[in-house]
């Protein structure tokens, strides 16, 4: 059954694409593909009533990949 993609949700897959296969990895593009993800989570089935604890733990390791990542540059 197919199911049409919101212009959201494409934005998010085009965006995260970009920053998945780029060879150069800035904070910048991390804040892309956050800032495109805020807008396809409302309508994904992550964020539902019974599943909010899985999405409050993806979010955590979302922001602990970046803060590892931010940090390991800094020291280098």
């Known amino acids: 059954m197919s ?7 494409l934005h ?5 694409g ?3 296969f780029n ?3 800035t904070l910048q593009y991390y804040q892309w593909v956050f800032g495109a ?7 994904s089935r ?3 009533f019974n599943q909010h604890q ?3 733990n993806l979010a955590i390791q979302w922001f602990l990949g ?3 990542w931010i940090w390991m540059s800094i020291k280098l």
Not at 12 to 16: M, Q
């Open 66 to 68: 970046i803060a590892i």
């Open 46 to 48: 992550i964020l539902t």
């Open 12 to 16: 998010f897959l085009i965006t995260f």
């Open 23 to 25: 060879t150069v990895i």
């Open 3 to 9: 199911r049409k993609l919101s212009m959201f949700y």
């Open 54 to 56: 899985k999405g409050f």
């Open 37 to 43: 993800l805020l807008l396809v989570l409302p309508e």
């Open 18 to 20: 970009f920053v998945e």
